[in-house]
């Protein structure tokens, strides 16, 4: 596609309840970005991917999160046992060969844990 | 780890006027700088960057400077318009590494 895709766009969740959220990179590019942001809040790092190195992940704040990326292209981030703080919108980019370039957002999943 | 230090606070400015948004930024090995802005509802969007080897660069409405001695970046946005009402962050890279982002600065633009 022409830009990064990111689905769904909304989801409603119940607490205690496990989703995943996809996003489609720019084809082609090797370095992959999952962030979090809270209303108006900034970009809070979850997990990065690299081409075929190890991902980075760093930033997940819990074993509840985790993500992969088949066939280094699309990725699915996963929140396990959902809890109201996950609500926020998840972020994804992706960029060419990583920090040396620029990344390309999508529009995020906004998640609301009720 | 090092990471590129931006609070969240916010910046009103009055319709024509200039606006100045700076970030901190601690990683020395970063060679590479770059400004997003992010509108209400949208993900962040590319505006401008900059490399190490450089101090200053223009684009349309905007320049970046880079002093690497203070490790500061800054972006300038000359005549301030509505649309560019927004989150502005900060991001720094260097090879083989991740990008990091700052926390945003929230620009209003009074009319």
């Known amino acids: 596609g022409a830009g990064v895709s990111q689905s769904p766009s909304n989801k409603v969740t119940e607490k205690g309840k496990d989703v995943e959220l996809r996003c489609d990179p720019i084809?082609?590019?090797?370095?992959l970005y999952w962030y979090r942001q809270s209303l108006g809040q900034g970009l809070e790092f979850l997990i990065y991917f690299q081409g075929n190195s190890a991902p980075d992940k760093s930033g997940l704040p819990s074993d509840r999160f985790s993500a992969e990326r088949t066939g280094g292209s699309v990725s699915t981030l996963t929140i396990q046992r959902t809890q109201q703080e996950d609500s926020a919108v998840y972020l994804c980019a992706s960029s060419p060969v990583g920090a040396i370039t620029e990344a390309f957002f999508g529009q995020g999943t906004r998640l609301t844990v009720v | 780890g090092e990471s590129v230090g931006l609070h969240l606070p916010t910046l009103s400015v009055q319709e024509g006027d200039n606006s100045i948004i700076n970030c901190a930024y601690s990683?020395?090995?970063?060679?590479?700088f770059i400004w997003y802005k992010q509108e209400s509802g949208k993900g962040p969007q590319f505006i401008i960057d900059i490399r190490s080897n450089m101090d200053k660069r223009q684009g349309q409405r905007v320049t970046v400077l880079l002093n690497k001695t203070v490790k500061h970046l800054s972006l300038q946005i000359a005549a301030t318009q509505p649309g560019d009402s927004a989150v502005y962050f900060c991001?720094?890279?260097?090879?083989?590494?991740?990008?990091?982002f700052g926390g945003g600065t929230r620009v209003l633009v009074k009319p």
């Open positions: 990683n020395s090995a970063s060679d590479y």
């Open positions: 084809s082609g590019h090797t370095a």
């Open positions: 991001a720094e890279g260097a090879a083989g590494n991740k990008l990091t």
